[in-house]
């Protein structure tokens, strides 16, 4: 099926070199992906595909008994057949509704577990890229690519396979009916089936370009929404609103356009198929027609022949109609594959549970890094050591690589060389998910989500109590708050925390930490919006709580960064060590 889908796919791009493709990839291993998500629905499939078999025969049986009911109750004029007929129809309707219902469920079920397994894979890889790719990404556009492309992914892959066989299946029945009637009308009608083909492959280029055109438009519509409905106070402040309404109309304007088009497009592609079938039903009404007056043939069998006919040209139409989809599905795939081939830069080792807790001792040894499209090195050659359960101050200009610095500690990035250790174990051996749990970072840039404060206070470790999540928030100062709001540490806080100060977001991401218990805590800027008064009082805190544990500040204020055993300045990618020599480690061995 792979293969086979490969090659029609493979020949359909071959016609169309020389399109602007963004982005080509293995379709094989494409496919062999999309089908690693199929595989495990076998039974789910088998159970829709037994009971399209079912509702297509049922299907198929009411025009024979249409025409039976024509020919041997109303022309023979005999009102017992007649009355049996009618019964038949009634009960063969009845079956056939159930069985659609309950085949519309387990295909509803199907497709569903298929879409979210698609985008649960997706969205696992996407967890595991770097702040560098999202940096370089729109956030609309990965949106799109989740949302709407995964979604025709998954429609072509569950719906298609569905239409294709359902519709083979009536297809075959249709035209089983149609030769038992008339093989020389059947004929006539099979005439136009190559036509066909040949029409849609012919129009297939223009419906993958237009469709990929279309994508690339509802990106940028979503990525203009993200970017701008979180910043509406900013917007508003500098008066922009205008500006940013004509920029939505445009986006808008520019989607229509190529939704018109691919319309336009789509049109020719389904106009041209559905005349010819126009044409052949009239075809069949003259030749079939001639024959009944002639008194060659009876009535009830043109018409069933002529209700066949229609059945026939419908799955005709959606196997061919199939042909387009799997074009626009190509656009999608190739969309998605783009995002899952996307290389995981830091890789996971595996040592670090092993190692005692609560020792946080580090060592940099000869690390450079650069940022990806800089060629300014950030850090050039930085060694220094630090011994578990110290306090360090970084210091350095704006944009001197501090937060860097820390990312690398956090594993975010890698060193391009150099290495770094922690507890004496080289960063790349360790695992991640324990390594982050053991290292905690309040950043500058403090991440709410939509729950409560305690929902947010325990968002690093869910299994915290109440009375731990309590705990940590009178450590860092937030007492005050919790008197202030309705419902205490059970009030929501909103999209994003924006009814909070921004000392306030600051000390709930302390307490955040402070209940992670981490062996390493690092403080970056994480107290420059609350006054010098509460910021003494937390870091008072951070060092009772902390005592025998590494803790690392990163600040512009000098008051900060009092009474820390050791001083590591930044500058030029380099780093000088001042301060309590006690903090300071020599070795990987004085560890
Ligand atoms: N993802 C990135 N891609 C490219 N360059 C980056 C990226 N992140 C940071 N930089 C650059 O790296 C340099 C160091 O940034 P960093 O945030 O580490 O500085 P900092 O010392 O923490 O600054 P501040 O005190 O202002 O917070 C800056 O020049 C910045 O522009």
Redesign the pocket.
């Known amino acids: 099926m792979v293969r086979w889908l490969t090659r029609i796919i493979d020949n359909s791009n071959r016609a169309g070199e020389g399109a602007n493709q963004s982005f080509q990839y293995n379709h094989e291993m494409s496919l062999s992906w999309l089908f690693s998500f199929i595989k495990p629905q076998k039974k789910a499939i088998l159970m829709v595909l037994g009971l399209s078999l079912l509702v297509s025969m049922m299907v198929l049986l009411q025009p024979w008994l249409t025409k039976m009911l024509i020919d041997d109750g109303l022309l023979a004029k005999d009102y017992s057949v007649l009355l049996q007929i009618a019964g038949a129809m009634v009960a063969v309707g009845i079956l056939n509704t159930v069985l659609s219902g309950f085949n519309r469920y387990c295909h509803t079920r199907l497709s569903g577990r298929v879409l979210f397994a698609l985008r649960e894979d997706l969205y696992g890889h996407l967890q595991k890229l770097s ?2 790719f999202y ?1 370089r990404r729109r956030i609309g556009d990965l949106m799109s690519r989740l949302d709407g492309d995964v979604a025709q992914i998954q429609r072509f892959a569950v719906d298609a396979l569905f239409a294709s066989v359902s519709g083979i299946l009536g297809l075959i029945g249709a035209l089983a009916m149609m030769l038992m009637l008339s093989w020389e009308l059947t004929l006539i009608v099979l005439v136009l089936v190559p036509l066909e083909i040949l029409w849609l492959r012919w129009m297939r280029r223009k419906v993958e370009r237009h469709t990929r055109r279309l994508r690339e438009r509802s990106a940028d519509l979503s990525a203009f929404l993200v970017e701008t409905l979180p910043v509406m106070k900013f917007i508003q402040s500098v008066g922009q609103e205008s500006s940013e309404a004509r920029k939505l109309k445009g986006l808008g304007h520019g989607y229509l356009d190529q939704l018109l088009r691919l319309q336009v497009v789509e049109f020719f592609t389904q106009a041209i198929p559905t005349t010819l079938v126009s044409i052949s039903r009239a075809g069949v009404f003259l030749l079939g027609g001639y024959w009944v007056i002639q008194g060659d043939w009876q009535l009830g069998a043109l018409i069933a022949f002529s209700t066949y006919l229609g059945m026939a040209i419908g799955p005709v139409q959606s196997l061919l109609g199939l042909y387009v989809s799997l074009q626009r599905m190509v656009v999608s795939l190739d969309r998605v594959m783009e995002l899952r081939s996307e290389p995981v830069s830091v890789a996971n080792g595996n040592e670090v549970e092993s190692m005692p807790e609560h020792v946080g001792a580090l060592r940099f040894e000869n690390v450079s890094f650069s ?4 060629t300014q090195k ?1 850090l050039d050659g930085v060694t220094f050591s630090l011994l578990g359960g110290k306090k360090a101050a970084i210091m ?1 200009a ?8 820390i990312d690398l500690l956090h594993r975010h990035y890698d060193p391009d060389q150099g290495a770094i250790f922690y507890n004496g174990v080289d960063l790349h051996d360790c695992d991640l998910s324990e390594l982050r749990r053991r290292i905690a970072v309040v950043s ?1 840039d403090i991440v709410l989500f939509r729950g409560s404060l305690t929902d947010n206070i325990r968002y690093a470790n869910p299994s915290a109590s109440d009375e731990q999540v309590k705990a940590a928030a009178i450590q860092a100062q937030l007492g005050a708050l919790i008197a202030q709001l309705p419902e205490g540490l059970d009030t929501p806080l909103g999209e994003r925390g924006q009814q909070l100060s921004g000392g306030q977001k600051q000390r709930i991401a302390i307490a955040r930490a402070l209940l992670q218990q981490p062996d390493i805590l690092v403080l970056d ?1 994480a107290t420059s919006a609350v006054d010098a008064e509460t910021e003494r009082e937390i870091i008072q805190q951070v060092d009772r709580l902390f005592t025998g544990r590494t803790r690392i500040l ?1 600040s ?1 204020r000098a008051s900060t960064l009092q009474e820390a055993d050791v001083y590591l300045h ?1 500058k030029d990618g380099r780093i000088r060590v001042s301060g309590n020599n006690d903090g300071l480690a020599c070795s990987p061995g004085d560890f």
């Open positions: 702040p560098a940096s940022h990806q499209g800089r950030i350095g704006s944009g001197s690589g501090k937060s860097t610095l500058q800027e990163i512009h930044l």
